[in-house]
């Protein structure tokens, strides 16, 4: 579980560009729980995962994740148990190293980075087995650079190094983003599989409304720093595009959009 | 002539072997290197002259430069600050260091013997004893080249090319990126101070400008080596750094060779370099490390 107790947050204190994105702000991620995170930009969405994964600190306030108080804890510590996608493919992959490279590491989380070799031979064969379903003729590239790759195939890689060793949390920023419809879907559905197999905490930012509401069980809306529409369960369930897309709007209209 | 092209060219190698991680794999222009070439020099030059076997001095100057490393790792990693004036900091502050290690500016080795005038290579036939020098700095060159394709190719080589690559998946692998950085720092300024060590005990002397420009000299060669090799698959980016040091003391030979004198050295070192740097930008597309 995750937890946010009346965090604030100021952006560029003591000058004149200050502005407060979150006072007071609470949010409760519970276990197994798999929540989709929309709203305009500027609205605090990315800022609410970087201070989750530490990679903003905050100015007030306590976060916790499963209980235990991690607000002062360091950015590579919290990564022990959360998995992360980034919007941009290159983010999450490294771009000089091979498809196997980066699997073998990614393999290793968790363990020591030691002096033993990098890759491991008798891994090679669950590798493909893992590429291989995907469809995008991956299995057969495992010795070719990650930066010859094209964005989806090294966004699916990116997802999968993520999650392929034993985690809790996993935190979705705008991951489908930067793709094209057809890899989106794909990516998308490979996310919901690994997020039920592996009975991750999922927090998913999206523009993507549809997504929003076609998976998760529960989903937030954010505006200004605040969640103006937080619906789960079965009240999730009724929810359509279009209840989502009326009220994007009439937020809108309100900022005189 | 050739001979003596060899020699530098390979010693300059091993120190491009050292910027290879620095400048290819880290992205970080780190210029301690101009001073923990000449911190090596000294550390096996006084400790050969107190009676120490020069191959162990060897070891302890790359001791020397691995501490070096770690001082512009830990300036840059734990106070913030910028990669450059880390290094420009340790570059400075060691040359005091270099000169109390030495004693004075100049420590000749003439008396006694080397790593490469000792009672082994007097026993070496005759025909060999022209080449001992060059194959001592060969199986030198070679250890440390393959000490590192082998360290490149570990679990903690894998982390090392990653936090140059891309430092967001080193972080999400939950590793201390800033770690990964001091690291590769110290194994590139133990190369660059082993190298300086060689160089001390070729020439027999060592100087306390000796490291003037070493950063240039080693950047200038793998930049040669792995973009003039870059097409040959089949050979590993270390492999590149040695020939792309050996093929520039050659242009620096020439150089000379044509006429320059050579209080010209210097300028040779830094307009040469300028010519490649401004011809790689031509290259189409950036050149990754290959191990």
Redesign the interface.
Known sequence: MFELRHIDKVYNPGTVHETCLFRDFSLRIQTHSFVSVVGSNGSGKTSLLNILCGSIPVDGGTILMDGRDITQM????R??R???V?QNP????????TIL?NL???D???K????????NRRRMEDYRAMLAPLGLGLEDKLGV?V?ALSGGQRQTLALL??TMTPLDFLILDEHTAALDPKTAEIVMLLTDRIVREKKLTTLMVTHNLRHAVAYGDRIIMMHEGHVVLDKAGEEKKQLQVEDLLGLFNSISIECGN | MLLSILEQGLIYGILALGLLITYRILDFPDLTVDSSFPLGAAVSAVLTLAGMPPVLTLLCAILSGALAGLITGLIHVKCHVRDLLSGIITMTGLYSVNLNIAGKANVPLFSGDTLFKNAFTKSLPDFLRPYSTLLIILLIALCAKLALDWFLSTKAGFLLRAVGDNPAVVTTLAQDQGRVKILGLMIANALVALAGAVMAQQQRFFEISMGTGAMVIGLASVIIGTNLFHRFSFLRSTTMALIGSILYKACVALALQIGLDASFMKLVTAVLFLIILVSSQFTRKKVHIRV
Do not use: P
Not at chain 1, 74 to 77: A, G, N, S, V
Not at chain 1, 112 to 119: E, H, V, W
């Open positions: 360091r950015e590579f510590r990564y022990a959360i998995g992360r980034y290159a983010m999450g992959t490294c771009g000089s190293m490279e073998s590491m990614a290793n989380k968790g020591r980075y030691g002096l033993t070799a990098g890759t650079q930066a190094m993520a």
